[in-house]
């Protein structure tokens, strides 16, 4: 009977050793995300922090916000100046219709001057004066055109001042630049952001990738696009799959990473892979991961 329940149990184990190869994952890793550090482009106080880590963000949500005091200051002061040189264009233009109308009188008189010394009835002189008057004006109308284009450019510079000043002030509002989760905050509310560094970690958690490793005798088995069978935890004893994609495979050899443990396994080379998944909430950064080709 002894001898029976034996032969029972060894067969037994080597059934299940058989299943455990027949269903044994081919590659290990950890997930992982593609995080992106969102940092202000501005320097200035931090007047108000927008979110909170965890919290699920869509594009164009906003992060946080800047304190915009001196650059409104520097706007109105621009608007202002602005507007004193508006204000000299219409004076000049002003000054420019005036000297007109009084050009066509006095064109009026040349006329009629130059008719009554073709008459004997007035003198070259008389004439050469009032040419000399037409030409004295038509040089005070150029001096003015000169002003106004002159002004032109002092506006076209306060107008480009003006869009660098709406430039900062619409960068003073940190925006999300697409969906994705909050995993650190760098600042707080009330500290100051300095321009080029990073104000949030975020990442978009709904695509995540298990980055695993693979023999060179494994290679040939795998390729872009092919689908696998993910697995991670579920229980202590039991896994949870998941449907994935291979998106990359690593061109170079490298040797196994340090977290295998014995030397003999260390001193392998192996090659990394990434597998694409669509994340249902279960799957977490950092978490062990394991996948069937």
């Known amino acids: 009977m002894k001898i029976k329940n034996a032969l029972i149990l060894a067969v037994t184990l080597i059934v299940a050793a058989c299943n455990n190869g027949e269903d044994g994952s081919d590659a290990y890793g950890n ?24 919290q699920e963000l869509k594009e164009g949500d906003l992060i946080a916000l800047i304190d915009t005091t001196q650059l409104v200051i520097k706007r109105n002061q621009l608007i202002a100046s602005r507007k004193a040189s508006q204000s000299k264009t219409d004076q000049v233009k002003a000054s420019i219709e005036v000297l007109k109308a009084q050009k066509g009188v006095l064109m009026k008189d040349v006329t ?3 008719n009554m010394y073709r008459e004997k009835a007035a003198t070259s002189k008389q004439v050469d004066d009032l040419q000399g008057q037409v030409h004295v004006m038509e040089k005070q109308l150029e001096g003015y055109y000169t002003q106004i284009e002159s002004i032109k450019a002092e506006l076209g510079v306060i107008d480009a001042q003006l869009a660098e000043i709406e430039d900062q002030l ?11 989760t909050v995993l650190q905050k760098f600042v707080e509310q009330g500290e100051m952001a300095v321009m080029g560094k990073p104000v949030v970690k975020v990442a978009d958690l709904n695509t ?10 494994q290679l040939p ?14 229980t202590e004893d039991t896994n949870q799959t998941i449907e994935g994609t291979i998106s990359w495979i690593s061109s170079s050899a490298e040797f196994t990473p340090k977290i295998v443990q014995t030397k003999e396994e260390r ?18 950064i950092g978490m062990p991961g394991e996948v069937k080709f």
């Open 31 to 54: 997930f992982e995300a593609t995080d992106k550090l969102i940092s202000s482009e501005v320097s200035g106080r931090v007047i108000q922090l927008a979110v909170e880590e965890g």
């Open 112 to 114: 009629r001057v130059y």
């Open 170 to 180: 619409h960068r003073c509002n940190l925006m999300m630049p697409s969906e994705g």
């Open 208 to 217: 995540m990738f298990l980055r695993a490793f693979v023999t060179g005798s």
């Open 221 to 234: 088995e795998i390729q872009i696009g092919q689908k696998v069978e993910v697995r991670f935890d579920k």
């Open 267 to 284: 001193v392998d080379l192996v090659y990394a892979v990434k597998i694409a998944i669509e994340n249902d909430g279960r799957v977490k």
